[in-house]
Nanobody, 118 residues
Framework: QVQLVESGGGLVQAGGSLRLSCAAS????????MGWYRQAPGKQHDLVAF???????IYTDSLKGRFTISRDNAKNTVYLQMNTLEPEDTGLYSC????????????WGQGTQVTVSS
């Protein structure tokens, strides 16, 4: 099993920046992709970005240029740098890790709240 713990959320003014972290522990050798989803109030759970173990990154088109995902495999941590934040970025940000066992299993963190004030 893999456990994920997010940190770095908080309250920020529009135009500001935040850096989220998600640290993995447990059966980390089996982790492949890691990524971030977010859920705004009253909206669905949407993909923000993910990164493969080799460093290939995929972003939701609308967030390209403002958000950057990165990964430190030595620290078993994935990061999400969020710049020029907008009130619409407010939501619960959750990280995930895809773990290869007898089949692929997705593990989730508890989430970290990001609130952007106008």
């Amino acid at each position: 099993q893999v456990q994920l713990v997010e940190s770095g959320g908080g309250l920020v003014q529009a135009g500001g920046s935040l850096r989220l972290s998600c640290a993995a522990s447990g059966n980390i050798s089996s982790i492949t992709d890691m990524g971030w989803y977010r859920q705004a109030p009253g909206k669905q759970h949407d993909l923000v970005a993910f990164i493969t173990r080799g460093g290939t990154t995929i972003y939701t088109d609308s967030l390209k240029g403002r958000f950057t995902i990165s990964r430190d495999n030595a620290k078993n941590t994935v990061y999400l740098q969020m710049n020029t934040l907008e009130p619409e970025d407010t939501g619960l940000y959750s990280c995930y890790a895809d773990v290869i066992q007898t089949r692929m299993v997705r593990s989730w963190g508890q989430g970290t709240q990001v609130t952007v004030s106008s």
